[in-house]
């Protein structure tokens, strides 16, 4: 395209996270445009970085650069080694792999970034499953980490360790079936099998890093150190019949994750669901739930350390839908506990 500028700077790995959690974050959405593969191939070839060409306040306008933290290198795509520029603050990574359309975004003229499925196949090579896992079901949720955010970094308010921090409400920044279908084209490039495998078991909607937990626990198969609840949905909604609306007084109920076999949604109640509107809202929306023919189970932080209780409610919900529980995976206790703490370090939470 004849707008493409002569050279280019396509954030990539650990600075293309950060440029993601930011416009999530002042967007609630990620407004990016997807290139085609004509425009693409042009910005991968113009792509020769040299620190003092880089227009860092635009960088640091877009929040593609830490200026609090300016000794942090600036990840950068390139297609060949010859393109890459050794310079203080700049790290280039060289991908000669052909790459499907849409696997650079536009974020301003002359600054792209990889796209979220590349981004996931980069972030793979340097973490274990639990960690792809939990930034898969971030990036497919309708919330987004601090671009600060690292695993392993303790994310509590110290004056309430009930309250989970550290994240906002946003749009999904792609969706888990679109998600799989990039990553299936990216084969070869970063550990884009380990990206997919956790790919194929994100589910879409995760509200905070709470339910994405334990959506991530019941969900994944017992290899994996879940408890195999394939069917379930994430913030479900159920219309509610008019006996439901008259003892509830709501006309539907939004369900964190929603397991229509065993006619049982399960709850994650965070710290606000103590107070007593909460209390009211949720025992409304209990009893009519109840007049669906839903059980509602509730699971709050502190069952979301136990695997124990954890496994004891996923043995209730294979006999609701008259199904035997049947785990005989390798050292399955110890894979659940490993993928526990695994997305607890993921998000911020302290291991149990």
Same mark, same amino acid.
């Given at each position: 395209?004849?707008?493409?500028?002569?050279?280019?700077?396509? #954030?990539?790995?650990?600075?293309?996270?950060?440029?993601?959690?930011?416009?999530?974050?002042?967007?609630?959405?990620?407004?990016?445009?997807? +290139?085609?593969?004509?425009?693409?191939?042009?910005?991968?070839?113009?792509?020769?970085?040299?620190?003092?060409?880089?227009?860092?306040?635009?960088?640091?306008?877009?929040?593609?650069?830490?200026?609090?933290?300016?000794?942090?290198?600036?990840?950068?795509? #390139?297609?060949?080694? @010859?393109?890459?520029?050794?310079?203080?603050?700049?790290?280039?990574?060289?991908?000669?792999?052909? +790459?499907?359309?849409?696997?650079?975004?536009?974020?301003?003229?002359?600054?792209?970034?990889?796209?979220?499925?590349?981004? +996931?196949?980069?972030?793979?090579?340097?973490?274990?499953?639990?960690?792809?896992?939990?930034?898969?079901?971030?990036?497919?949720?309708?919330?987004?980490?601090?671009?600060?955010? #690292?695993?392993?970094?303790?994310?509590?308010?110290?004056?309430?360790?009930?309250?989970?921090?550290?994240?906002?409400?946003?749009?999904?920044?792609?969706?888990?079936?679109?998600?799989?279908?990039?990553?299936?084209?990216?084969?070869?490039?970063?550990?884009?099998?380990?990206?997919?495998?956790?790919?194929?078991?994100?589910?879409?909607?995760?509200?905070?890093?709470?339910?994405?937990?334990?959506?991530?626990?019941?969900?994944?198969?017992?290899?994996?150190?879940?408890?195999?609840?394939?069917?379930?949905?994430? @913030?479900?909604?159920?219309?509610?019949?008019?006996?439901?609306?008259?003892?509830?007084?709501?006309?539907?109920?939004?369900?964190?994750?929603?397991?229509?076999?065993?006619?049982?949604?399960?709850?994650?109640?965070?710290?606000?669901?103590?107070?007593?509107?909460?209390?009211?809202?949720?025992?409304?929306?209990?009893?009519?739930?109840?007049?669906?023919?839903?059980?509602?189970?509730?699971?709050?932080?502190?069952?979301?350390?136990?695997?124990?209780?954890?496994?004891?409610?996923?043995?209730?919900?294979?006999?609701?839908?008259?199904?035997?529980?049947?785990?005989?995976?390798?050292?399955?206790?110890?894979?659940?506990?490993?993928?526990?703490?695994?997305?607890?370090?993921?998000?911020?939470?302290?291991?149990?």
């Amino acid at each position: 395209m004849e707008g493409t500028p002569r050279h280019t700077v396509i #954030v990539s790995h650990g600075s293309a996270l950060r440029a993601v959690r930011v416009a999530r974050r002042r967007y609630a959405r990620l407004p990016w445009r997807p +290139l085609g593969l004509i425009e693409q191939r042009r910005v991968l070839a113009a792509c020769a970085p040299n620190r003092g060409d880089i227009d860092m306040g635009l960088l640091y306008r877009e929040g593609l650069w830490d200026f609090e933290h300016p000794e942090t290198p600036i990840e950068v795509l #390139v297609t060949h080694r @010859n393109q890459t520029r050794h310079r203080p603050g700049l790290r280039c990574h060289v991908c000669s792999s052909a +790459l499907p359309a849409g696997s650079i975004l536009e974020i301003a003229p002359g600054i792209y970034s990889v796209s979220p499925a590349l981004m +996931l196949a980069q972030y793979a090579r340097s973490h274990d499953f639990p960690e792809v896992v939990a930034l898969a079901f971030e990036l497919c949720g309708t919330f987004s980490l601090k671009e600060s955010h #690292v695993p392993g970094e303790i994310c509590f308010d110290p004056s309430d360790h009930e309250r989970e921090s550290g994240y906002f409400e946003s749009d999904p920044a792609i969706h888990a079936k679109e998600l799989g279908r990039q990553l299936e084209g990216l084969a070869g490039i970063g550990n884009a099998k380990l990206a997919l495998r956790a790919a194929r078991h994100t589910l879409d909607g995760a509200r905070s890093p709470g339910e994405a937990i334990m959506a991530s626990l019941f969900h994944l198969p017992f290899a994996a150190g879940g408890f195999a609840i394939r069917a379930m949905r994430l @913030n479900h909604k159920v219309p509610f019949s008019r006996e439901a609306r008259a003892i509830s007084g709501m006309p539907y109920a939004v369900c964190d994750a929603y397991v229509p076999e065993s006619h049982t949604t399960l709850e994650y109640n965070g710290a606000y669901h103590d107070l007593s509107s909460s209390r009211i809202h949720d025992e409304r929306r209990t009893a009519g739930l109840k007049a669906m023919g839903i059980t509602t189970d509730a699971l709050n932080r502190i069952q979301l350390a136990d695997i124990d209780a954890l496994e004891a409610e996923a043995i209730q919900l294979y006999r609701r839908a008259g199904a035997r529980y049947q785990n005989r995976a390798h050292a399955h206790r110890v894979k659940q506990v490993e993928l526990l703490n695994g997305l607890r370090r993921a998000f911020g939470w302290p291991e149990c």
